[in-house]
Structures are given as C-alpha cells and as structure tokens.
C-alpha cells in the first residue's frame, strides 16, 4: 500500500530548523512519506547541500522560486505555484510551521483544495496587528487541521478563538529539537576553524551577542538610535558582536548611525556558525523570535528588545526578558547580565528533543 505522503512547506531559513526534526523523526517512524517543499520565499544563497547536511535532511524535493516582490505579491505568487504543485501531487496533508507568508499561503491552498492542513508552532500570539507574522499566524490558525503547540499560552488563544481543544496538541517545540540537536552535534565537532565566528571567540573570553531586524527596530534613524545608544553604553563592559541583516546594514549606513568602538560588525552567519558564536555569550541582544527559544532551551541570558512577544513562555520560564525598547531600561538590564549572569530560568517540561516524535505520532495515527 502507497504511504500517505505528506508536503513540509519552509519558506525562509528558519522554517527548515523546524523541519529538520520533523524529517528525522519521519525517517525514523517509516509509516508515512513526504516531500520538503521549499517557497523559495527567501532566497539564501548559502542555502546549499552543506546547510541541509548540517541539518541532517536532505535538500527540498520541489524548489518553487517565489521569492521578491510585496507582501501582496509574494503570497500570491507562492498560491499560485504551489496549487499547481498541490493539483499534481495530491498530498496527504499539508504541514506549515511558524509565521512566514509562505505558512499562511500554503495552508489557504491546501485548505481549499480539502487536503487537512497541521500547523507547527500554532497559537502564538502577538497582539501586535502591525507584525505581517500576526496576521499570518491569524488565518492560519483560522483554517488549520490539527494545532501543534510550543506552550500553554498557545492553546489559551486557541481556546478564546473558539478552536476545537481535541485537535490542539502539546507537543513541545520542534526549535527545541533542533538546537539540541546542533549543540550536540557542535560538542562532537573537533575542529570549528571553519566557523567564521571562531577567530572571534578566540579573541574574546567574554562578549555579547547582537541581533537586529525588526522593521520597527532598524527602518526609522530613531529607532536605530535608541539600539545604538544601548550598544555604546554596554560595548565598553562586554565586547559585543553583531552578524548584521543586509537591511539592518544599510539603515546603518543610510542613517549614519553610530554603534560604538567595541562593535564588531560580521555578515549573517551560518547556522552552526551562528549557533557556535551565541551558546557562549555572556548575554544576548536581540529582538528575534526564534532567538528567544533557542536561548531558553540551551539556558543563555537573553534580552529582547522589543515591546511585545508572543513566546511568553520564555519570559515566565526560560531565560529571557522582554525589555520594550527604552534605553534606560535595556542598558541596566545588560549590566546585570555582565555582572552577575542573567536571567538562566530553565527549559520547559517539553521542550525535551522529542517534539517531532510526538507530532509524527499523532499524524500518523490520523494518515494511516
């Protein structure tokens, strides 16, 4: 008998960190086959074979090259593509993780065409309507199948949105898997002088790490200021480095904008790069959604700057504070990090590396 065959739909670079599990955990399973389909939404140049070995999945088995252009034309352009791919394929489900266009452009195509539709990372929420996420987290869930939730706050908005609780599962955090794993991984990994990020570390015993690109952080000069005026304050107590977004780099540029002497500006890193610069920091500065779990699974004092967040559970239980965007209140915060260490908080109960299993488990028993 044929397997039920299941799409994984990524659209941007952090979507595969949360397929990646789901692909081992479905390899490991046998009971149902899939295919990585892959938006194009952002287009990575370094998103080649050595980035998906690095995640221990194989490259995407369509590639539909809807990247550029609008909110507007993007999303169109990625329904169009993938209805035609949907119409030929005929697949199980659809599977979508997180926020990105892609997710909600996707799920309204499977959705149409009745094929069940299970969202990853469902139930988050914001409250923040100017975030693009937030509304495509809203119409996802909207219209989604079977809920895969990282926290109780998720299945709260899920329960006040009228959402159906026998299909709302907790199942922990596939990001959680995943950066797992990649420590794990790093801890084997003998010779790192390959990372870019390694002659940093070895000129530094103790930093700060930066990360910045919310539009309402970096696309207006006194936005940028305010995190500039942060940096200045706390680079003369702990070297910060900061792998800079192409767009964050410009408004740098364009706005004249200084950060400070003891700034070290590098370009977007790759994951185990990345993930081999931040472990090790003192504190990070950041406004990233992603960020903020994978600092929390591995118990590294995280800041972020911004005025809301919709992972709550790692403010209440992780490592993270939500700090808002004030200066004055941000840079004593970084102080303390420096002085004393933080915010450590613990993981949560299910965060344990075996989301994915519990999610594989639960489509199967419904597919097969």
């Not at 990524?10 to 046998?30: H, S």
């Not at 266009?101 to 988050?124: F, R, Y």
């Not at 006194?222 to 767009?247: D, G, K, M, N, Y």
């Not at 400070?260 to 993930?275: E, R, W």
Request: some cysteine.
């Amino acid at each position: 008998m044929t397997q039920p065959c299941i799409h994984l739909i990524a659209g941007a670079r952090p979507n595969f960190m949360k397929i990646a599990p789901i692909v081992r955990a479905l390899q490991a399973d046998g009971r149902l086959a899939w295919k990585i389909i892959h938006t194009g939404q952002h287009y990575d140049r370094d998103m080649n074979d050595v980035f998906f070995e690095e995640l221990g999945i194989p490259a995407p088995d369509v590639r539909l090259g809807c990247g550029g252009g609008s909110h507007a034309e993007q999303t169109g352009k990625i329904m169009v593509a993938y209805e035609a791919l949907v119409a030929a394929d005929k697949p199980a489900a659809c599977l979508v993780v997180g926020d990105v266009n892609s997710t909600a452009a996707c799920s309204i195509v499977a959705k149409k065409a009745c094929i069940p539709v299970a969202h990853v990372e469902a139930g988050l929420r914001s409250g923040d309507m100017s975030m693009p996420e937030e509304i495509n987290r809203l119409v996802t869930d909207a219209i989604t199948d079977w809920f895969f939730v990282t926290e109780p706050s998720a299945t709260e908005h899920l329960k006040r949105e009228g959402r159906d609780m026998n299909v709302v599962y907790d199942v922990g955090h596939v990001m959680a898997d995943n950066v797992l794993y990649q420590a794990d991984k790093l801890s084997k990994t003998a010779d790192t002088s390959s990372y870019e990020t390694d002659a940093y570390k070895r000129q530094h015993a103790r930093y700060g790490v930066v990360t910045l690109h919310r539009p309402s952080n970096v696309d207006s000069a006194e936005a940028l200021e305010r995190i500039a005026t942060v940096l200045r304050a706390v680079s003369p107590e702990l070297p910060l480095v900061f792998p800079v977004h192409p767009r964050t780099r410009a408004n740098i540029e364009k706005f004249g904008v200084d950060l400070g002497a003891n700034v070290t500006l590098m370009g977007p890193q790759a994951y185990m790069s990345f993930l081999h610069l931040w472990k090790d920091a003192v504190v990070v500065l950041t406004d990233s959604g992603g960020l903020q779990e994978e600092t929390t699974a591995l118990g590294v004092a995280c800041i972020t700057m911004r005025e809301n967040t919709e992972r709550p559970i790692t403010v209440d239980e992780g490592s993270n504070v939500l700090a808002g965007t004030d200066p004055d209140v941000i840079i004593p915060l970084a102080m303390d990090a420096i002085k004393n260490g933080g915010k450590r908080g613990r993981r949560p109960a299910l965060w344990d590396g075996k989301s994915a299993e519990r999610i594989v488990k639960i489509l199967a028993e419904k597919l097969v």
